[in-house]
């Protein structure tokens, strides 16, 4: 999706595609290999993003979105400025529309970290600089570059791969959906009935060429995995916590799931993690655990995202 002015909104993984994910992947790899043993505050020697403010929309809480986009930003030679809903006129009642505009005259591009997508889309609709979505009910795309970074990185190629995903069909598992149709792996769901991912992306996944498998056994979902991905099973404020819990246990990713997988499977979680709930502590802190490389990759993406963001790669 491209803004008025002719930069790209990040919304959704299809915004950019196939060979710009690519790209992402690619430029991700290239500046994390060339900072290593840097500060992290350093600058990268080209600074492409000299001069340019990005702004920080937080209705959500945030760790790891909120630290690496600010750090992405510092490496990149520009500068943030952090919103909070609670403490800005979003949350007196501005409208996204006229934040929007505002902050298009103000800023170079504008993150949005929200609980509804509709949001996020009127905000690119009304902003004449680039849009980003750092999590919505429907999606979180730059978590999922991260991720397909991480699993590159573990020298496991894309195409034809078997992921796994145990628990809640939520916004993350979205992402992987989408990704599954554009990068050619494919994904296997497990979640309790009711449970299961909008339709919608599932159709996406498969019209892309991947092969998606819905079942509610999660060993059947394991069974040669490459890569196993849960997340937690109750969000902020949601309500019948205990109820769905009991749905979700079966889901859980322990040592005994991740032995149905291949010897050389890796596990991922966006974090936070609730260590005991979806993923059992021997599987969190094992040896094939790599959720902190996962982490730390979101910042070497974010910074790839925003360079697409501003038409300089991709």
Request: charged share 25%; aromatic share 6%.
């Amino acid at each position: 999706m491209n803004s008025p002015s002719g930069s790209r909104h990040f919304l959704d993984l299809s915004d950019a595609g196939t060979d710009a994910i690519a790209a992402m992947i690619a430029d991700a790899l290239d500046r994390k290999s060339a900072r290593d043993g840097w500060p992290k505050g350093k600058a990268d020697p080209d600074g492409p993003l000299a001069g340019r403010v990005l702004a920080l929309v937080f209705e959500k809480n945030s760790t790891r979105t909120r630290v690496s986009f600010d750090i992405a930003m510092r490496q990149l030679g520009g500068t943030v400025l952090i919103l909070e809903a609670g403490s800005s006129q979003l949350g007196r009642g501005e409208s996204i529309a006229d934040t929007a505009r505002v902050l298009s005259r103000m800023v170079d591009a504008i993150m949005l970290r929200t609980d509804d997508h509709a949001k996020i889309e009127e905000m690119a609709k009304h902003a004449s600089v680039p849009v980003i979505n750092g999590l919505t009910d429907r999606s979180h795309p730059c978590q999922i570059v991260a991720d397909l970074l991480t699993v590159i990185e573990h020298r496991k190629p894309l195409p034809g791969l078997e992921f796994a995903w145990f628990g809640d069909g939520n916004n993350v598992l979205h992402s992987i959906l989408e990704a599954a149709g554009l990068m050619k792996f494919n994904v296997r769901v497990a979640t309790p009935k009711g449970f299961e991912p909008d339709p919608e992306f599932v159709a996406m996944a498969q019209a892309g060429g991947a092969q998606i498998t819905l079942t509610d056994d999660a060993a059947i979902a394991a069974s040669g995995a490459d890569v196993l991905v849960t997340d937690t099973w109750i969000s902020m404020g949601q309500e019948d916590a205990e109820e769905k819990r009991g749905a979700m246990a079966p889901y859980q990713v322990n040592a005994a799931l991740m032995a149905q997988a291949k010897p050389d499977a890796i596990f991922l979680h966006c974090l936070p993690a609730h260590v005991g709930e979806e993923v059992s502590e021997d599987v969190f802190e094992g040896p094939q655990s790599v959720v902190f490389d996962e982490a730390e990759n979101r910042i070497h993406v974010q910074k790839s995202v925003l360079l697409w963001s501003f038409g300089l790669i991709g």
